[in-house]
């Protein structure tokens, strides 16, 4: 076999596109809308290399335009599970054996499909089964997934070199990473399609086996990445995709000795579930397993006395409202000095009423459906209980309506108590919460964002003032993984802020770097002596003369 040290592509961040009109990737993309929405695909699961069609079909509708029916899935059982598992297994020596630059060009040229002929199709399919505008779906399922793949080649190769230092004379140190024993199942949400693509692909990267199973309502574009993978040339049953109930999944997985390990994105209360699962079956495995999880956050937003009003406005309508607040990190509290809030309040009211929402099919449209039937339901109840309360103003939206698609108004709610529900807990939806505090009582606050929730992912703070904004930054040390210093607290790129938080929500693993690949590999450190001693006896044992 041909040897030799490689140097992979430097790395660049993808070119977000911008679709104006009568831009070239906008007629692409208007055209990938129109031949999705002309047919009803029949997705099946991929089990080693076979698509795999049980009969039992659920259904896939647009959150924005639930009439209209947009493709079926086939929905397996615990046998599914099994058999991907099996076909996992069976396909983990060739892998892992494959030299690591062969992996690295086959994920690669996925990259490049998504860059290239991909584009399009992948976008149309977020946007259409998740209700993102084009531009989300851009920074998406574009941008962020070639990055994760391209970057993490560059983070494998990086790994790989890391080596002892030292080596003592007659004496070779060296150090090598070994995928996990076993199998990793990638469990993936439905909010980012780039997460649904990374979460499989970086541990296979680094030579491991995967069960893929993502949230039903993410299927639509995963089959996309899906057939990404197989013409990139993933090989059969190294990732391995089924629709399986999650606790159904879970009970086989879970107790399966060569369950090595789990790459997850989604709820706290379901990962803290996993956690204590693995907990009480960890005499099962052959070895103990890797658990690294990003569970969502109560995401905030701090401005100071010294702000521009316009600044912060700006802030939070973006960081709130962008994909409807479905992202992890979305601004969902903030906390206003009185002196800025009527202006603060004069600009939001005037950015909201300006807000177009319908369907992704108009570009017009900066607002689209939350994702579902059962998460629109548990808005719209938070929405109720706040005009309910005479202690909440509705600063604006408040109103909702499911006739068409799953349209949740963007929603601003201003609070007397800076623990009142909707400051605490996550709502998952375009609802933020603000809270007004006396300029004074800054650093006062700053303890109030730091334990008002049990989450922990991004926060921003908006000031001109140096000093408050290094008491913040030091004070918020521990409330957010990624913070944020005159920006609204969503947008992590690949390569430029590790995505990751830790308290509830997650083990910080920080995807989109080295950490979290070094996750999925195991170190063996080898020491090799060229010239061994040949008598026990050391010369201090020797007798003085």
């Known amino acids: 076999m041909l040897k030799g040290f490689f140097n992979v592509p430097a790395p660049q961040n993808e070119p977000v596109l911008n679709y104006g009109p009568r831009s070239v990737e906008r007629a692409a993309l208007k055209a990938a809308l129109d031949e999705a929405r002309a047919q009803q695909s029949d997705i099946p699961m991929y089990i080693g290399g076979k698509e795999i069609r049980t009969g039992k079909k659920l259904e896939i509708r647009p959150p924005h335009d639930h009439k209209h029916l947009l493709a079926t899935f086939h929905e397996g059982d615990a046998s599914h599970v099994t058999a991907a598992i099996d076909a996992a297994l069976a396909a983990k020596a060739d892998w892992e054996n494959l030299p690591w ?3 690295a060009a086959i994920f690669l040229k ?3 499909l998504l860059s290239g002929t991909y584009r399009a199709k992948i976008n149309a399919a977020t946007m259409l089964g998740q209700s993102k505008n084009a531009y989300q779906a851009e920074i998406d399922s574009a941008c962020e997934l070639i990055d994760f793949l ?6 494998m190769s990086e790994i790989y070199k890391q080596q002892p230092p030292v080596s003592g004379k007659g004496v070779w140190n060296r150090v090598e990473q070994r995928p996990l024993e076993g199998f990793i199942f990638a469990l993936t949400p439905f909010n980012f399609t780039a997460i649904a693509g990374n979460l499989p692909a970086s541990a296979a990267m680094m030579g491991n086996v995967v069960v ?12 996309v990445i899906m057939q990404v993978f197989k013409e990139a040339g993933v090989p059969d049953g190294v990732i391995n995709l089924i629709y399986v109930d999650g606790p159904v999944a879970g009970q086989v997985i879970f107790n399966h000795p060569d369950f090595a390990g789990i790459h997850f994105t989604g709820s706290t209360k379901v990962f803290q579930n996993i956690w204590q699962t693995i907990g009480t079956n960890i005499h099962k495995y052959k070895t103990y397993p890797r658990i690294v999880g990003e569970t969502g956050g109560k995401d905030f937003v701090l401005a100071h006395p010294s ?3 316009d600044v912060v406005s700006t802030a939070l309508v973006r960081g709130a409202f962008e994909y409807q607040g479905q992202k992890c990190s979305a601004a969902s509290r903030a906390y206003i000095p009185a002196s800025l809030w009527p202006a603060v309040k004069e600009n939001m009211q005037r950015d909201i009423a300006s807000f177009k929402m319908g369907p992704v099919e108009d570009f017009g449209n900066f607002i689209n459906a939350v994702i579902s039937e ?3 339901d548990k808005l719209a109840k938070y929405i109720d209980a706040a005009k309910a309360d005479k202690e909440v103003e509705v600063v604006a939206g408040g109103s909702y309506d499911k006739s068409q698609g799953w349209f949740i108004e963007p929603t601003v ?3 007397n108590d800076p623990y009142y529900v909707t400051m605490c807990e996550e709502l998952f939806g375009p609802v933020l919460t603000i809270y007004v505090y006396e300029d004074k009582d800054f650093s006062k606050v700053l303890d109030i964002v730091d334990k008002t929730s049990i989450y922990a992912l991004t926060g921003a703070i908006i000031s001109q003032d140096r000093y408050a904004i290094a008491e913040a930054t ?3 040390r521990n409330a957010a993984g990624n913070f944020y210093i005159n920006d609204k607290p969503t947008g992590a790129v690949v390569g430029q802020q590790p995505f990751g938080g830790a308290r509830g929500s997650g083990t910080n693993d920080k995807a989109g770097s080295m950490i979290n690949l070094l996750r999925w590999v195991s170190p063996r450190t080898i020491k090799e002596t060229f010239d061994p001693p040949k008598d026990y006896r050391y010369p201090f044992l020797g007798k003085e003369v």
């Open 374 to 376: 059962v998460s629109f």
């Open 110 to 112: 996925a990259a490049e």
């Open 413 to 415: 709610l201003k609070v």
């Open 307 to 309: 702000a521009e009003a």
């Open 101 to 103: 630059e062969q992996r």
């Open 212 to 223: 893929w199973k993502p949230a039903y309502t993410q299927i639509y574009a995963a089959n």
């Open 150 to 155: 391209r970057f993490n080649v560059e983070y």
């Open 474 to 476: 030091y004070k918020l």
